[in-house]
């Protein structure tokens, strides 16, 4: 059916790329183009002989004019950009240059600033209709399939939704004292950010891991969670009719939490440059380098992970209160496409979004956050295409 050049060849990109290819009458044809080609060329290797043809180039993402060559040269119908969330202006830019519709799984965050708001690509909105090219923002799990659950439950189960409480729980244990699931450097910033959370109108911001909750997850069991600002947050409240608060809660074991805390205190999470040997190094930069990568991590991750979203509301005059989950088991994942569940649950939606835009099945000149579309092709895709969603009504409930 078409092309798609996909920025990036990490951990999330590999997943999006087997599952293109798994689903070649839509993903005819892929360019994966990356800052080292040779992961590129790695991936092609192991994924050539089946009916997507595929093909590589080096790009370096930060550069607009590059990647107006790369995609004047290649001429896809979409970009699918699986690089860093740094990349995600520089890329808006070349699609709008080139009138090419625009796809991502993380919101833009400046190198210098861990500051996530949707301000910035927002902006981009007149541009993109005046083009008449879409971008769709945020199509991982979260955010991502979390505002497909929203929609979907604002549409099909309830009048009026007032609160969500995203939960976002990972029992997969990879037999390291600490690494991250994804990116190490996007990872530490989310999680040593402030925390924040949505209510009556206002963001009432907390301390980084001020607020902890316990709850018992469906196939998982109990785990401690912790309350995180969460990018998905900002677009929820603007989509979802009458929503009154919003939170984003994520698991940590207690030994990612004290190694964390360790390397907080002896600075090795600052995202300053520092002089070390007379050249400027960023200790976030060099921590990553010294971690496990996370695309090595499948092999030995065992468990689940359970992401979704409880909602409370009206319906037909009564209180309802809903939960919509997946259940991804890391080893399944691995066996599948050799990555751990978080690439997996991630890669998975970033392929359906494409296909959306793909297909037509969802049209619109701009820039959309995912719920604004319509959820039912989506979830059914979800179930199709390997993450299934369960449902429970009157959940255990967060306090
Ligand atoms: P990785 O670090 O594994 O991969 C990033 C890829 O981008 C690498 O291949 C890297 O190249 C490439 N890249 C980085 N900078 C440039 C550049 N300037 N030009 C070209 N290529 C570049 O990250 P992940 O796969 O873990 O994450 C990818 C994205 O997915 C991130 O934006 C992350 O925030 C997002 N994400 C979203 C989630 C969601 O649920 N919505 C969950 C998890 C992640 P090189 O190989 O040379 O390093």
Not at 132 to 145: E, K, N, R
Not at 245 to 270: A, D
Not at 323 to 347: F, K, L, M, P, W
């Amino acid at each position: 059916m078409g092309k798609a050049l996909i920025i990036g060849c990490g951990g999330v990109a590999s997943v999006a790329i087997h599952k293109c290819c798994q689903n070649s009458d839509v993903f005819e044809d892929i360019l994966i183009a990356s800052r080292t080609k040779s992961k590129c060329d790695a991936l092609k290797a192991k994924l050539d002989g089946g009916k997507t043809k595929i093909s590589t180039a080096q790009v370096d993402a930060d550069n607009v004019d590059e990647l107006i060559a790369l995609i004047n040269d290649y001429k896809p119908d979409l970009v699918l950009n699986l690089a860093l969330p740094y990349q995600d202006l520089t890329i808006m830019d070349a699609c709008l240059a080139t009138k090419t519709d625009y796809i991502d799984t993380a919101n833009y965050e400046p190198l210098d600033t861990a500051k996530f708001e949707y301000k910035w690509q927002w902006d981009y909105h007149d541009r993109f209709k005046a083009a008449g090219i879409t971008a769709l923002l945020g199509s991982g799990f979260d955010p991502g399939v979390t505002g497909v659950f929203s929609a979907y439950a604002q549409k099909h189960l309830f009048d009026e939704i007032h609160e969500i409480d995203i939960l976002d729980a990972n029992a997969g244990d990879h037999g390291y004292p600490f690494a991250t699931n994804f990116n190490p450097e996007i990872n530490i910033r989310e999680v040593t950010a402030k925390g924040s959370y949505w209510e009556n109108g206002k963001w009432i911001e907390t301390e980084p891991m001020e607020i902890k909750r316990e709850y018992n997850f469906p196939e998982i069991g109990k785990k401690d969670m912790y309350l995180l600002h969460h990018e998905e947050i900002e677009s929820l409240a603007k989509n979802i009719r009458g929503v009154k608060r919003i939170r984003f809660f994520m698991t940590f074991g207690q030994s990612y939490l004290t190694h964390l805390k360790c390397l907080e205190n002896v600075g090795m999470t600052s995202i300053k440059p520092i002089m070390f040997e007379g050249r400027p190094i960023v200790p976030l930069q060099f921590l990553k380098a010294v971690l496990p990568d996370p695309s090595t991590l499948g092999p030995r991750t065992h468990g689940k992970t359970n992401i979704g979203c409880i909602f409370k509301g009206i319906k037909d005059g009564k209180t309802r209160t809903h939960y919509i989950y997946n259940i991804c088991d890391h080893q399944d994942s691995y066996r599948e496409v050799g990555s751990q569940a978080i690439s997996y649950t991630t890669g998975v939606p970033a392929m359906i979004g494409a296909m959306m835009l793909m297909t037509g099945t969802w049209k619109g000149a701009g820039v959309f956050n995912i719920e604004e579309f319509d959820p039912d092709p989506f979830m059914d895709a979800l179930n199709k295409w390997g993450l299934p969603w369960q449902q429970e009504e009157n959940p255990e409930l967060v306090e």
